[in-house]
């Protein structure tokens, strides 16, 4: 199967690091033209991939930013909403501020960036928005309640979008990500016991790479994803596919 994405327009947003640099990469190296949204940049880039400064939580950086991506590329054909921040800490310590922050960039971010995505592709009937949810959506953990709230109200959002943007032959999936090590969740420095317990959750016994997310996420961008819509996908390994997977290694 050829997925041709020559010449598509893809926004990706939290694109500075991570996860969110990696899929950037990759849908350059796809032939896309690609814009990475990001409050920062860590350097200048690479070739094929557009920098643009942008909050996902301020309205207005979000329109100028997708004004000045159709300005420059004449549309947008592909959304991937990657930005997001993680927020631990249990309910009795976690601080109102905390909390709203952690759903302002998680949710209100997708739901700014698609508002405004949506407009431009309405009209051309056709696009595609991909927006990360978490294995957090499925099964949370103690501490992760305004992480998990947050990705699983972005599933929700998307389900919804979903249908609302059927009519205009426009797809609207989530997908969630299971054990990436990041900076941002520190998993790569566990101490060895630590990391043992968690990858023994796991049906393939390894951490997810940054590329596997963008395995998937270039099929769901190309036509050949077309009557997919309004689904999380678990990109986590099997994460908890069986009640106890480290038994099938005994």
């Not at 926004?11 to 996860?19: D, K, L, P, S, Y």
């Not at 310590?93 to 739901?111: A, I, M, P, S």
Request: charged content about 20%; hydrophobic content about 45%.
């Amino acid at each position: 199967m050829h997925l041709d994405l020559t010449e598509r327009v893809v926004v990706v947003t939290g694109a500075g690091r991570g996860i969110g640099r990696t899929l950037a990469h990759r849908f350059a190296g796809e032939g896309a033209h690609v814009v990475a949204l990001d409050r920062a940049f860590e350097d200048p880039g690479e070739p094929g991939v557009r920098q643009t400064a942008c909050d996902v939580t301020d309205p207005d950086s979000v329109r100028r930013a997708v004004e000045a991506t159709v300005a420059e590329f004449g549309t947008i054909d592909v959304l991937v909403n990657n930005a997001g921040v993680n927020v631990d800490g249990r309910v009795a310590d976690l601080t109102w501020e905390r909390f709203r922050q952690c759903l302002d960039v998680n949710v209100g971010g997708v739901f700014l960036v698609s508002q405004a995505v949506a407009e431009v592709v309405k009209p051309r009937r056709r696009g595609r928005i991909l927006n990360a949810a978490s294995f957090a959506a499925i099964v949370p953990s103690v501490g992760s309640a305004a992480y998990a709230a947050s990705k699983a109200a972005v599933v929700q959002f998307t389900r919804v979008l979903a249908s609302e943007l059927g009519p205009y032959d426009i797809t609207v999936n989530a997908y969630a990500p299971g054990m990436v090590p990041t900076a941002m969740n520190g998993f790569a420095d566990l101490p060895a016991d630590q990391a043992d317990e968690l990858l023994d959750t796991l049906s393939l016994r390894r951490w997810g790479r940054a590329d596997d997310i963008a395995d998937l996420l270039v099929f769901l961008a190309s036509d050949a994803a077309g009557y997919i819509t309004g689904t999380l996908l678990d990109v986590s390994g099997g994460k908890l596919a069986t009640q106890i997977p480290s038994r099938a290694r005994r």
